[in-house]
């Protein structure tokens, strides 16, 4: 059965600040996975996806992660953290119906 | 706004009283799922309609628990005789059929429920 595992449910980072969280998954298969993010108060929105096109995979807000098969890894990176990036962030991975989700980390930003 | 919506926002009730949260998806959207999210969790998965039909639920889903989406439109959960563990925001998300392994599902805000 997939599943993701995220390290650390709490990040601070200085503003301006490199920006890492970490996530690995388990999978029988090649899996699709992805970043969520949650800003308070709202609803939770797609950051990134992973579907087997590219290992360094692009997002918004200037987050990218890197899909790496042998550390079973998908670690989400933002050079330079902003204030704004304060937020939870899931990692997830799909089992072709519905959406798994881990279990979260917030990301603190400290100015 | 064509976001999807849930209603009420907020919920809160007296143990052993009965509950039900309404979503309305994305139109068009073919897959509805349910997922419920507590403090310090990330969102676990309840069930998930394909237009009408109900077609996975989670262990989760205790028989106090259904859910319906009787037109392949709106969907309803329903909560019987509500229990302090079922305080949780409940969340509502849509998606058209083809992007389950793209992963975007469109959610909503959340329905939030305390029970006393």
């Known amino acids: 059965a997939q599943s993701v595992t995220q390290l650390g449910s709490h990040v601070s980072v200085s503003e301006g600040a490199l920006v890492l969280l970490r996530c690995n998954y388990s999978?029988?298969?090649?899996?699709?996975l992805f970043w969520y993010v949650q800003y308070p108060n709202q609803g939770l929105q797609l950051l990134l996806k992973?579907?087997?096109?590219?290992?360094l995979v692009k997002g918004i807000n200037g987050f990218e992660a890197e899909f790496k098969k042998s550390e079973t890894s998908f670690h989400l990176t933002k050079p330079s953290a902003h204030m704004s990036d304060a937020a939870e962030y899931f990692c997830a991975v799909s089992d072709s119906r519905k959406i798994i989700f881990g279990k979260g980390t917030r990301l603190h930003i400290l100015p | 706004d064509t976001g999807v919506s849930q209603n009420p926002r907020h919920k809160i009730t007296k143990r052993g009283q009965n509950v039900t949260f309404r979503c309305d998806p994305i139109s068009e959207h073919n897959r509805l799922y349910w997922y419920r999210q507590t403090l310090g969790q990330g969102p676990e998965f309840l069930t998930y309609f394909q237009n009408e039909a109900q077609l996975e639920k989670s262990r989760l889903l205790s028989d106090r628990f259904s859910a319906e989406r009787p037109k392949g439109s709106f969907s309803t959960l329903e909560i019987q005789r509500t229990e302090q563990g079922d305080s949780a925001m409940y969340l509502c998300a849509s998606s058209p059929l083809e992007n389950v392994n793209t992963g975007e599902l469109f959610f909503g805000e959340g329905s939030r429920l305390t029970v006393l």
């Open positions: 999978s029988s298969v090649p899996p699709y």
């Open positions: 992973y579907t087997s096109a590219a290992t």
